[in-house]
Structure formats: C-alpha cells, structure tokens
C-alpha cells in the first residue's frame, strides 16, 4: 500500500520528525537497534572519540585544578588539538626520541622539573623554527633574552640554533623567573610573555596563581597546552599514535672537535677533516656564515659524523 504525506502535513513536522519519518518510509525503524547501528557503522570511513584528560594529570608536581572554572574545557580544547592535529604531533613524537635525550639531563642537572622539555615542544616542534617575530632555535630566544642570558649571537654565531647551549640559557631563565615567583607555572607563564608583564598582570588583577588571571589568547593557552603535550606524549599510543620501534628518530652519533683558533674557510676545515660541508652545517646549525671567528680566551666544541 502506497504511503501517502501530505505537503501540509510535512511543513508542521520538526527536525526529528523529519528523521522519523524518512526512517520509517526506508523501513529502517522496523530494524532492531545495533542492526541499524552496525549497518550505519560499516558506511562511515573512521569514527572520532574525545580523548579524556588522564586522571592525576600534573606539569611540574602541579596538579591542574579541574575544579576550577573553565579549567576543564581550555584543557579539552588542546587536547583535542594535540591529538587529532596528526602530522605535527607524529613529528615532535618522532623527534623526541633525538632531542629528549639530550634535553633531559640538562634540565636535571640544572635543578629545572623534567617536565619542562615539553617547553621546547610546544615553542618549536623541536626544530630550530624561526618565529615572524623573530624568536630563534628550539627555546625560541629573542635576540636580547639569548644575549641576557649568556648566549653568542652575531652574523658568524647564533647558539640559539645550539640546542645544548640553547637549553641551558633556558634552564637559567626558568629558575631566575621560578626564585621570584616560588611557582613553576608561573614560571612557565612568564617564558611566553615575559616576567614584568606578568608581574603586571599580577599586581593589576591582585591574583596568586596562573589560574586566577585573565591574560592574552597565547599566554592563557600556554600552560594547557603544556598539560596536553604532556599528556599525549607519555601515553601516544592512547591517543592514537602508533610508532615502531624504528619509527622515532635516534641521537646522530658524532665526534667531538674542539677548536681553539679561529677558522677562516668552513668548508676548508669539512673537508680537512674528512666530512661533507653539509654535515658540518647539520650537525652545527649555530654556525650561520662560512667562517668560525674564535675571541683568542673562548673555544669551541664542533660536531662531527663518525667517519
């Protein structure tokens, strides 16, 4: 028997009914539910879950404070940029397995929380990125900070593409910003925007914590998405990201050469030394002109590929 709807009829139905009745004019109402589930499911290419934020979730010993107002949702927001912006995190995640290594000791040894190597993470990929306002190399040092804190930066030299040396100044800075404000996220805080506008942010909304102020759109996802790179990098594989073995990237074995009288021709020296201009650049990326000017009291530590 044919079913007939009348074009009034349909004007007055809602969204749902619309459903419904589609649903029931192809039959499918009639089907039990999981057969209609399970049909509908081998049509659709992929199915996407929210990731869940990981119980007892903490960035420095510092819990993050779930309770408070609108902590909950900044936090799912980078998470969910954290694990379904898939490229940029397969990356990082195949990186780490370089750099972190490196890193790792240096933070330690510096007394700064191991935590902090997400820092690097979430300021550059763990690539010697440049910023468009000109922030360098894996910390993202402006000129003046990198100088400040102890770091050569000329037409010749800029050791803010040395990540050694680059993490180091870093670790300065985190526990120079951590004795004047006993905080680690605050310390964090003030890396992307400095400590005296964090200071003034402080002063002017008579906060106590990162979590008490209303700062700028960077800033105020900075620490969430610190928490987020956390997250996804210690657990990836329950995130979605599934790496072999042979999949991340290992620390490049190199000889060390340390230099202490100046070098005129770079290439010169590469090829005296049995190596390719190339890996010389490589594996040094702060030597950023043909020549390595040496101050007759300093040296330096050059990196060279295993013959």
């Known amino acids: 028997m044919a079913t007939r709807v009348h074009f009034r009829s349909l004007v007055l139905l809602g969204a749902g009914s619309l459903i419904l009745l589609a649903l029931t004019l192809t039959g499918a109402v009639g089907e039990p539910a999981p057969t209609a589930m399970a049909a509908r499911m081998d049509t659709v290419p992929q199915t996407v ?164 102020l209303m700062l700028n759109d960077e800033t105020a996802r900075y620490i969430y998405r610190l928490y987020a790179t956390k997250q996804v990098m210690e657990a990836p594989e329950a995130h979605g990201f599934m790496l072999a073995a042979d999949d991340w990237y290992s620390p490049v074995p190199g000889r060390d050469t340390i230099l202490v009288d100046s070098v005129d021709d770079l290439a010169a020296f590469a090829r005296e030394a049995g190596v390719s201009y190339n890996a010389l650049k490589t594996l040094n990326p702060w030597l950023r002109s043909g020549k390595l000017p040496i101050p007759h009291d300093q040296y330096y530590v050059v990196r060279l590929p295993l013959r």
């Open 49 to 212: 879950t929210p990731p869940r934020i990981a119980d007892g979730l903490e960035f420095a010993s510092t819990p993050l404070p779930l309770e408070r107002l609108g902590v909950r949702e900044r936090m799912e927001k980078e998470l969910l940029i954290g694990t379904f912006r898939h490229s940029s995190s397969l990356l990082t995640l195949k990186r780490s397995g370089r750099w972190f290594p490196l890193i790792e000791p240096i933070l330690v040894d510096s007394g700064v929380p191991v935590d902090f190597k997400y820092l690097s993470v979430i300021e550059s990929g763990l690539a010697n990125a440049v910023s468009p306002s000109d922030a360098r190399g894996f910390w993202q040092f402006m000129e003046p900070a990198a100088e400040e804190f102890g770091l050569r930066v000329d037409r010749d030299v800029d050791e803010r593409y040395h990540v050694e040396k680059a993490t180091r100044a870093a670790c300065a800075y985190l526990n120079e910003a951590h004795r004047r404000y006993g905080d680690w996220i605050l310390a964090a805080a003030s890396y992307n925007m400095g400590m005296s506008g964090l200071s003034r942010r402080l002063d002017q909304q008579q906060g106590e914590s990162y979590w008490d």
